[in-house]
């Protein structure tokens, strides 16, 4: 059993910063790729960014300079700090896991996801 928690989310003022933690059970993060997506009510799930199995980090274009993911592998946590947060990014935020793939921005790479939190920015 692969179980995915995420936590952290809330709401925040644009310009703040807030960070997101993904707990996982079942499943070393450091063996896997580890990504986070977003998903705005009556849009389509959209790709945040990804760590590597060895700790490489890529962002899309709308998060880049501005998100950054880290691990911390003794508590098999992952982490997803946010700053400058502005009110398109409001979303619910999810955290997944799969194996490697060249196409890591697509959704259908990862076998276990995370409930999802719930982050909304205010302007």
């Known amino acids: 059993q692969v179980t995915l928690v995420e936590s952290g989310g809330g709401l925040v003022q644009a310009g703040g910063s807030l960070r997101l933690s993904c707990a996982a059970s079942g499943r070393a993060v450091s063996y896997y790729v580890m990504a986070w997506f977003r998903q705005a009510p009556g849009k389509e799930r959209e790709f945040v960014g990804i760590i590597s199995s060895g700790g490489n980090t890529y962002y899309s274009d709308s998060v880049k300079g501005r998100f950054t993911i880290s691990r911390d592998n003794t508590k098999n946590t992952v982490f997803l700090l946010m700053s400058s947060l502005k009110p398109e990014d409001t979303a619910v935020y999810y955290c997944?896991?799969?194996?490697?793939?060249?196409?890591?921005?697509?959704?259908?790479?990862?076998?276990?996801w995370g409930q999802g939190t719930q982050v909304t920015v205010s302007s």
């Open positions: 997944a896991s799969g194996g490697t793939s060249y196409s890591y921005t697509n959704h259908r790479m990862y076998d276990h």
